[in-house]
């Protein structure tokens, strides 16, 4: 089971950028999907977008246009450029993978890093 670690996290102002980072400890090029999921205080944690071993993507509405996932597989790398955050973007984000795509897109991937926080204030 590959270990997920993140990074990237802070304090940002509305309308600014951050850029996580989820570093894995071994190969991800096997993996049918990576992402990355969210959990604001007191709510559920929901996918916020995921790529797969074949470059596609998938976002949540709220994200579309603004966020952007992408993986190294060369560096067992996955990002996450978020750009004009708001302050319902703040939450727990969580780097998630599983070697099926479809587990991913279910919510039920195998693999969680520790997740970092993103806070971003009016």
């Known amino acids: 089971q590959v270990q997920l670690v993140e990074s990237g996290g802070g304090l940002v102002q509305a309308g600014g950028s951050l850029r996580l980072s989820c570093a894995a400890s071994g190969s991800i090029s096997s993996y049918g999907a990576m992402s990355w999921y969210r959990q604001a205080a007191g709510k559920q944690r929901d996918l916020v977008a995921s790529v797969t071993r074949g470059g596609r993507t998938n976002y949540t509405g709220s994200v579309k246009g603004r966020f952007t996932i992408s993986r190294d597989d060369a560096k067992n790398t996955v990002y996450l450029q978020m750009n004009s955050l708001k302050p319902e973007d703040t939450a727990v984000y969580y780097c998630?993978?599983?070697?099926?795509?479809?587990?991913?897109?279910?919510?039920?991937?195998?693999?969680w890093g520790q997740g970092t926080q993103v806070t971003v204030s009016s």
């Open positions: 998630a993978a599983d070697l099926r795509a479809r587990a991913v897109l279910a919510g039920t991937p195998h693999s």
